[in-house]
């Protein structure tokens, strides 16, 4: 049940961007488009599934002066497998994100659930604490992505036009600025509905 | 002491550990990677300098073939060889040449039969926007298509092919990776064909 739990509180009660507000970098700067934003948001997943187990697995082994220093280089290390991963199967997004994979390795959100969590739960909770933080970071870059996306170019995941010919795209909103604003609305948005409730 | 031996003995195990898992995952993608790298960078450019053909250029592209081998210097190109009705019709290979500020890559496309060019385009070059960059343009590598050896020259010293108003040293440099590219192509036009299965 409390592994559950551990998953879930990902997916609403702390869902990475908005509630914990950690990992701001990449939800402002590759959410141009809803595909980009799921992509960052699965390869963020993978890195932050394997890096709590590994960290859960070795959390009695590794000593606390060091425990950062092993944690990075452990994430490191799963960031770079996904830059390989990625650049071998999907070469496109692989230069869309750019310099945005390597950056994983700094996401606030995988040394804070290493540190917070995995470092003193067993593996299986710190699995599903990955895959809730994980999928509700993907989550969210998504529906950033494609409020930017339906907006700035009136297309979703890049092949659906959603508007006729005579539409014209908002293109403010693909652009940084439209980024802060976008991010400010949501985090309003969710405030309101959580107003009460926590 | 104890516990910086135990630091350092567990920051080395954890390092080597994942230092050889990277290894392993990169042997495992090095194959792919090179792969797209040619299929999303050159690709549109093979496709584009061939013509219309039922196999895929890309899928079919042999690597390192030497085509020249002088004192010891070998010219090793890839060739992406183009089939109709099961035989080879044309091949392109990537040319380089000198442009104003830096080199030019440049996809060539060649007719096995006539030795004439099927088309050419500047894959990645480093010239003025607006001047030499128009390299890049139709009015520009239009101008290649069906052009043999002889053609390869500017209008105004009795060849074929416009310069881009402005851009000179670009044209010049454009015009003289392609020809070279056709000399090659008419010197080891039999390794060429053994090299695609044209024979």
Redesign the interface.
Known sequence: MSVWKDFTDGLWKDIPPFRLVLGLCPTLAVTTAADNGLGMGLATTFVLVCSNALISILRKLIPKKVRIASYIVIIASFVVMVELFMQAYFYRLYIILGIFIPLIVVNCIILGRAEAFASKRPILNSIADGLGHGFGFTISLTIVGAFREILGAGTLFSKITLFGPHFMPFSFMVKPPGAFICLGLFLGIMNIISRGRV | MR?II??IV??TV??TV??A??SL??SI?RE??KF??I??VKGPAVVAVLPECENDPIQDYKEGVVLEEKAGQKIIKSIFPARKNGKCVAVAFEVTGQGFHGPLGIMIGVDLKTGKLTGMRVMTHTETPGLGARATEPAFYKQFSGLGIKDVVLSDQGGKVDAITGATITSQGVLGAVKAGLQLFSRSKDKIMGAVGAG
């Open positions: 516990d135990k630091m567990v920051l954890i390092s994942m230092g898992t990277l995952v990169e993608t792919p990677i797209s790298k299929k999303f």
